[in-house]
């Protein structure tokens, strides 16, 4: 749902909702050739692997979309809002070829949300393994490479040395991981450009929204706080409590020249438009979390498939050697196990 001109506007998939798709022709947001050829372009990923779209010819996201013939009015009211959401860059000079993952993904499979929280996947995988190996709380300050016979190792801030039978896999932002790895990073370095942010917010609501749709809402307008909002306990009943809503809603950028009342005060005034002042007045904030480095700087040139092994016993993953996506990063884990793997 994109909310332009006071008013909600529905943009959906014609491939998955027809009606929807048919109803949404003749809506402002785009031309009905603009909606045509989001089903061309649907069709031609289609056909594509993931791994050609990934090294194939790139641009920024914005002069793919002209070069696509997509007109202004959905470039700002749609794909703006949409993509500036995704990669936290509502100017849309992130790589064309991140654009053309996402469509092929959204296009072929679902979103979804684990009903445990996102931290479901983690303990997951730390349910393969003994709880003795797994150490929490213990802050690395330093990683060191095999040298004159002695294993790699880490060093922890109480000034204790970990050593590596195998080898120290760096599993961390690009940034983290540049301070921990120094020059040993230098021969093939994450991209240096300064990472996109965000501010997420998240209220509790004492009933459902007005519309219980599992769907997203976009801010089709540009002008505001808000870029985006949903309703997570629609589409996984156990993130509220029964007879309750969670609110989520994102804001581009960390928005640092606002203390948190100021910044929740604008989010409230703006959402009111949209829901309503009564419904919005019921909403109890929950938390709001200032994420600066959300995501590694994507704007072309990019390079997602980044060495993982660095010599010397150590390796590096995470969304700063692949895509800054869920698939990259668990790729850039899994290339970095078998890389340590393949070496002993």
């Known amino acids: 749902m994109v909310w332009w001109n006071a008013a909600w506007h529905r943009v959906a998939d ?19 050739a603009d909606k045509l050829r989001v089903g061309l372009l649907r069709l031609k990923l289609s056909g594509m692997a993931i791994g050609d779209i990934l090294t194939g010819p790139e641009t920024s996201i914005m002069e793919a ?34 654009f053309n993952f996402v469509m092929k993904m959204l296009s072929s499979g679902s979103n979804t949300l684990p009903a445990r929280g996102i931290g479901a996947l983690s303990d997951n995988l730390a349910g393969q393994l003994p709880p003795e190996c797994i150490r929490t709380g213990s802050h690395v300050t330093a990683c060191s490479g095999a040298a004159d016979g002695a294993l790699p190792s880490v060093q922890l801030s109480s000034g204790e040395v970990v050593t590596a039978r195998m080898g120290v896999v760096v599993a961390s932002e690009g940034p983290v991981a540049g301070k921990l790895l120094g020059a040993v990073l230098d021969a093939s370095p994450s991209k240096a450009s300064p990472g996109v942010g965000t ?24 002008t505001g706080l808000v870029n985006n909002c949903c309703f997570p306990s629609t589409v996984s009943p156990e ?18 020249e606002l203390k948190d009342e100021e910044l929740e005060a604008g989010v409230r005034s703006q959402l009111s438009t949209w829901f309503g002042p009564k419904y919005v007045s019921t909403w109890k904030h929950i938390r709001t979390y200032r994420i600066p480095f959300c995501q590694p700087n994507q704007a072309p040139p990019t390079n997602f498939s980044r060495p993982v092994s660095l010599g010397s016993g150590l390796y590096v993953c995470g969304d700063h050697r692949d895509s800054a996506t869920f698939d990259g990063a668990l790729k850039s884990g899994r290339r970095a196990a078998e890389a340590l793997l393949a070496s002993k």
């Open 239 to 256: 993130y509220a409590p029964k007879g309750e809503t969670l609110a989520s809603v994102s804001v581009v950028g960390t928005q640092d």
């Open 65 to 98: 979309l002209k070069e696509e013939g997509f007109s202004d009015s959905i470039i700002g009211k749609f794909f703006r809002p949409f993509l500036g959401g995704i990669f936290f860059d509502n100017e849309l000079g992130t790589s064309s070829r991140l």
């Open 14 to 32: 014609p491939f998955r909702h027809p009606l929807d798709g048919v109803q949404s022709l003749l809506n402002p947001i785009g031309t009905v």
């Open 199 to 222: 501010c997420c917010l998240y209220f509790r609501a004492p009933s459902p929204p007005p519309n219980t749709e599992n769907i997203l809402y976009l801010n089709g307008e540009g």
